[in-house]
């Protein structure tokens, strides 16, 4: 399922940029229930939110992240 994709995508870039989920929260300027959700296959981020999200999670346009996000959104494989 895509959306276990995309959670397990967040929460392995954020650990690999040694980010807390409270402080991707904070920087994001989400409440940490936010990303919990996004990280427990629950929700995505907003579309809004996902440049934002790439660039504290150094990734391009290009990567797993923009991936699963399309897909999760999309509903493929869901």
Known sequence: MNNRMLGDTIKRLRTQNRLSQSKLAEL???SIVCVRKWEAYKECPQITLVPLLAGLL???TDSDLFLHYYDFVIGEDN
């Open 28 to 30: 994001i300027g989400v």
């Open 58 to 60: 150094d990734v391009t």
